[in-house]
């Protein structure tokens, strides 16, 4: 199983980026994908979760009306679209996948198996 994920950099507060995570190796149709987030010196923390028919989506408080998860399932591919961005956004973003994800989302690590390398967001003020 792969995810990679691609789309982090540098931005400006109150900029746009879209991350994209491409999913590999995994019985499609069967998986839930996950955002999460690591900022400096904190505790990985659930962003944005999608079961893979899209039809169902959680995201977290902090960034609700601000970020959008979806997914396009010809290219097995998750986004991010990020708008709005905060200085406290800043963090490492990483993609998982979890099995049974295709009724529900979920919000805890511990139910995703497999994860991203993570790509770097950096907000500036």
């Known amino acids: 199983v792969q995810l990679v994920e691609s789309g982090g950099g540098l931005v400006q507060a109150g900029g746009s980026l879209r991350l994209s995570c491409a999913v590999s190796g995994v019985t499609f149709g069967t998986y839930g994908l996950g955002w999460f987030r690591q900022p400096p010196g904190k505790e990985r923390e659930f962003v944005a979760a999608i079961t893979w028919s899209g039809g169902r989506t959680d995201s977290a408080d902090s960034v609700k009306g601000r970020f959008t998860i979806s997914i396009d399932n010809a290219k097995n591919t998750v986004y991010l679209q990020m708008n709005s961005l905060k200085p406290e956004d800043t963090a490492v973003y990483y993609c998982?996948?979890?099995?049974?994800?295709?009724?529900?989302?979920?919000?805890?690590?511990?139910?995703?198996?497999?994860w991203g390398q993570g790509t770097q967001v950096t907000v500036s003020s």
């Open positions: 998982a996948a979890r099995p049974g994800g295709t009724l529900r989302v979920s919000r805890w690590e511990f139910e995703y198996d497999y």
